[in-house]
């Protein structure tokens, strides 16, 4: 899969899908961190492992899916 940028309110970051189901995060030259879906039920739960905000990668990774579609 190719790269690909998102926005979230005024921030703008690059989303690099990796072959093993991963999502790097990008903010300028930042890697914030690396997010993954999880099922949770009917519905889909984003994760990481890294320090960043339960709410941040959930917003993330509903625009990832977005993208996806």
């Known amino acids: 899969m190719e790269s690909f940028e998102i926005q979230l309110l005024e921030d703008r970051?690059?989303?690099?899908?990796?072959?093993n189901g991963l999502y790097r995060i990008i903010e300028g030259k930042n890697k914030l961190g690396?997010?993954?879906?999880?099922?949770?039920?009917?519905?889909?739960?984003?994760a990481t492992q890294d320090d960043l905000?339960?709410?941040?990668?959930?917003?993330?990774?509903?625009?990832?899916?977005?993208n996806n579609m």
């Open 13 to 19: 970051f690059k989303i690099e899908p990796l072959d």
């Open 34 to 46: 690396v997010i993954f879906p999880e099922p949770d039920g009917d519905q889909v739960k984003w």
């Open 53 to 66: 905000e339960d709410d941040f990668v959930q917003q993330i990774g509903e625009l990832i899916t977005e």
